[in-house]
């Protein structure tokens, strides 16, 4: 009898254990569906087309028959006006490298010029240069970043003279030494000029523009007054093609006469519906130039048979790496957008109850239907909040964190995303007050 009353207990105890672990599976199972989370980040980013541009500039050659040794004075990427010297003929390669070297004896002159009496210098106290100190740091750490190379030795000797003044104004250092330095350079110009033989003709512009010291077969591939004609399969046999010979040794170079030049772009259908109705837009060339490029889409001329289409993109903006550039890789940046990312799983249309409150005190409410927004982890709490994206790029949705005064009108939850947000991508049964 007893062990049939022991029976019984063990059989209610577990029975209740057993009815405990259901009811909390219930639970549990009420309560939490697995979720994933990630954090909501700032980004600037920019839509962007991937092609190979192929580059169309009004170009003429340049010709001279010279002896001797050809010295150019101009870079690639210059300007230059009609009847411009490009060029300087000299008897042999030493006397081209000494009157190089008197070019350079001249800029570092006039540069120290200011040292030999830096206080005279309107802007000499130590305060001024040294905002102009800061002020060059800063133009040569933007012309590093950006792939300004041309640029980078001119901030580097203002830099140079600027610290020296400094040094001499604050008394570090004395002008004598500088002034001993100056001595030095005019003496050594003065003996180049003796020894080096002058130059014997120049060679000159025929036209203004932009001198370019390369040629590369292209130069009349494609007529400028016909370049918004190209088709899908010109720009394809131009991309494909080898380049024509040139195997005229009269030709030193050529000019690039108009200041506009073109990039010609095969678009794909996808693609397409992007560029449309788009005009101006930045071309980027990471094997030529580290430089963005301003330009405007001037002509689409699409293909019926593939769906594709040409691009016609206008530029100006030119410098030395550009100048030789003609098939490359670019990236045409659409749009550039700027805000917090957020996974498109993310994204959800939810109803929100609204609660009005009139000017005499009556509270009443509405409901806004697919009101776009995010779950997010609020504490314990899962938190509906409402964004405003106009981009979503490779996957993920640039919402907006500051509203202008008409998003913030239609803002119906107490808050739109904020940065570090936990926003739930992953997750079944998903509603606002929600607990985890």
């Not at 009496?117 to 000499?124: H, R």
């Not at 939810?350 to 009005?356: E, F, G, L, P, S």
């Not at 939850?413 to 739930?424: A, H, K, P």
Request: proline share 2%; aromatic share 8%; charged share 25%.
């Amino acid at each position: 009898m007893g062990s049939n009353t022991l029976f019984r207990k063990i059989s209610s105890i577990a029975v209740a254990i057993l009815l405990l672990i259901y009811v909390g599976y219930q639970i549990y199972r009420s309560q939490y569906t697995g979720f994933k989370t990630e954090t909501a980040m700032y980004a600037d980013l920019s839509a962007s087309i991937d092609t190979t541009g192929f580059i169309i500039r009004n170009e003429e050659l340049v010709y001279s028959r010279y002896d001797g040794v050809l010295n150019y004075t101009l870079d690639d990427g210059e300007k230059t006006a009609f009847g411009g010297t490009v060029a300087e003929l000299y008897p042999a390669e030493e006397d081209a490298a000494a009157h190089n070297r008197m070019l350079r004896i001249d800029e570092e002159l006039t540069r120290l010029a200011v040292l030999e009496n830096p206080t005279e210098v309107a802007s000499s106290n130590p305060k001024n240069i040294g905002s102009q100190i800061n002020k060059t740091v800063t133009g040569l750490l933007s012309d590093l970043k950006s792939g300004a190379f041309s640029s980078i030795s001119n901030d580097k000797n203002d830099l140079y003279l600027l610290m020296g003044q400094k040094q001499i104004v604050t008394g570090a250092e004395d002008s004598a030494s500088y002034v001993a330095h100056i001595e030095n350079l005019k003496s050594e110009r003065a003996t180049l000029e003796t020894t080096t033989s002058s130059s014997t003709g120049t060679v000159t512009s025929p036209a203004s523009g932009y001198f370019i010291h390369t040629v590369d077969g292209y130069e009349n591939a494609v007529d400028i007054d016909d370049v918004e004609q190209l088709t899908v399969s010109d720009v394809r046999a131009l991309e494909e093609g080898e380049a024509g010979s040139n195997a005229d040794s009269t030709v030193i170079g050529k000019v690039a006469k108009e200041f506009n030049w073109y990039i010609a772009c095969i678009i794909d259908e996808n693609d397409l519906v992007r560029l449309d109705r788009t005009t101006n837009v930045k071309v980027e060339m990471p094997f030529a130039t580290a430089e963005t490029i301003p330009a405007e889409v001037v002509k689409i001329n699409r293909d019926e048979a593939s769906g594709d289409a040409v691009a016609i993109l206008k530029c100006s903006y030119m410098n030395t790496d550009l100048a030789a550039a003609r098939k490359e890789p670019l990236r045409i940046d659409l749009q550039s957008y700027a805000g917090v990312l957020v996974n498109e799983k993310a994204i959800h249309f939810a109803d929100v109850t609204v609660t009005d409150t009139d000017t005499d005190g009556n509270v009443t409410e509405h409901v806004e239907q697919n009101v776009k927004g995010v779950y997010i982890k609020s504490g314990s709490r899962v938190r509906f909040v409402q964004v405003f994206s106009d981009a979503t790029i490779d996957g993920y949705a640039v919402c907006k964190l500051n509203l202008s005064s008409s998003e913030k009108e239609q803002l119906v939850t107490s808050r739109t995303i904020q940065l570090y947000d936990e926003v739930i991508v992953e997750g079944t049964d998903l509603y606002d007050g929600k607990m985890l």
